[in-house]
């Protein structure tokens, strides 16, 4: 009976890990910041813009196909032509902050210049 619980206890720890949202290493606030999407590496890239120096990169493993930076400068919206949402990250703490129902085909997102709408092209 003991080895049973400690083996429920166990996978229900597993299990838990498992459903946590992804984690990316926290972007150092910098004046101007240049982002590189890869997209054969699924990945994203942050350097600083004046001395070139990588600050860090996110393996995001979801096909992205593209990024927009938006009014606030601090949260990232990933999206792709093959995923069915849109999601948005905190880079000064690398956090998943939302995740947006869209459908498939988002192909480009451009914030507005007041920062009060996200525009998606398909």
Known sequence: MRRICLFLLISGLFLMYGCEKATF?????????????NIKEESVAFF?????????????????QGAALLHDQRTLLLYGNELDR?????I???????????????????????????????
Do not use: C
């Open 25 to 37: 290493p926290a972007v150092p606030k910098r004046p101007q910041i240049l982002m590189s999407v």
């Open 48 to 64: 600083d813009a004046k001395t070139g120096e990588a600050l860090a990169k996110w393996k995001v493993k979801k096909p992205i």
């Open 86 to 90: 849109v999601y948005l990250y905190d």
């Open 92 to 122: 000064h703490t690398g956090k998943e902050a939302q995740e947006w129902q869209t459908g498939k085909g988002i192909v480009r997102a451009l914030a507005s210049n007041k920062g009060d709408a996200v525009f998606f092209g398909r």
